[in-house]
């Protein structure tokens, strides 16, 4: 075990929500805390489980769900015709207080006969601080788009480093073999272009430290090391300035376990911690989410410092007996406090 694992300590799993105390909203991807300049939270939700389909909670890192005040999304002319639509899954905020959302995107062929099952990672933009979004089109897809395979790309994870965005998604060869890959772009580039209403060059992970493999139709290189589980990107990414090192989460659905990844760059995730283990067939963990505790982080919250929260929910992945446990519609939320020593 690594310097670095020792200093992390990790608080028992601790049950916030449960499924009767959340009522009829079901999480359907992650949350996306923002800090107001009042030191609360907003939490952007975006849910196709139920209506309305977009959540802005207002809370605390200790109490996330206090109010519901909602957020409105243009689709730009893209289709929207759920369950298929589009979910802000990350955002970064620029100086100016400009936020881009990081967002997956699908087209399932249930709702659309003229498609087959498309996914996509996409952008908006929002400029009054997440109450009101325009999504502005898709970055990155998969050769597996317009037939039959679910090839779900998962839920954006989002890295900010030395001027770039990471974003890693589940990716698939036409052989339909998954991996997690990754796609980097220019933070400034990025915004000069959407400021334009365009989209911003895109480099999808080729591998050994080359970004060339085309990000809508080539299949980037698994980024991540073989730990015996089939990692699934519906998760988070996050900068802890207190360890100087980058975490991303990962969920493995039938295997119900929950992943903590950890990376100098990025690029190479050498270590990781298992998070969280449920019932494996019946439970999984998608849509975790971090949120400091100590003030010592960024207001868009990819930067987090020597005390953090990471949230998630043990989620249904089928029906064994709707009174004792459900299917996806089933949620018991968790939290884990990590400190830095």
Known sequence: MSNILDRIHISPPELVKTDAQLGNFTLDGSFVPLKNPDGTFCFLSTSFSEKPNYHRFVGTPEDILQKDVLYEMDYNGYTFAPPSGVW?????????????????????????????NCFFIGLAVSHDGGASWKYLGDILSNVLNGGSFMANMGGVPL?????????????????????????????DETKACLLEGKLP??????????????????????????????????????YCKALDRYLLTMQTNAQARLLLYISKDCEHFD???????????VQMQPYSFFIATDGDCSDDMNVVGSEFYIY??????????PKEYGDYGYDDLYRRKVTIK
């Open 88 to 116: 802000i899954m990350s955002a970064y905020k620029y100086d100016d207080g400009m936020l881009v959302g990081f967002c997956h995107r699908e087209l399932v062929s249930n709702t659309d006969p003229n498609f087959g």
């Open 159 to 187: 890295l900010v480093k030395d001027g770039w965005f990471y974003v890693y998604f589940n990716d698939a060869d036409q052989a339909m073999l998954p991996r997690v890959s990754a796609a980097r772009m220019r933070i």
């Open 201 to 238: 060059q895109v480099h999808k992970y080729t591998g050994s430290g080359v970004w060339k493999t085309d990000p809508m139709k080539g299949t980037g290189a698994n980024i991540l090391p073989d730990v015996g589980f089939r990692p699934d990107a519906h998760a988070k990414g996050v």
């Open 271 to 281: 270590e990781h911690i298992i998070l969280d283990v449920g019932e494996e067939g």
């Open 312 to 321: 998630y929910p043990r989620k249904g992945t089928r029906i064994r007996d």
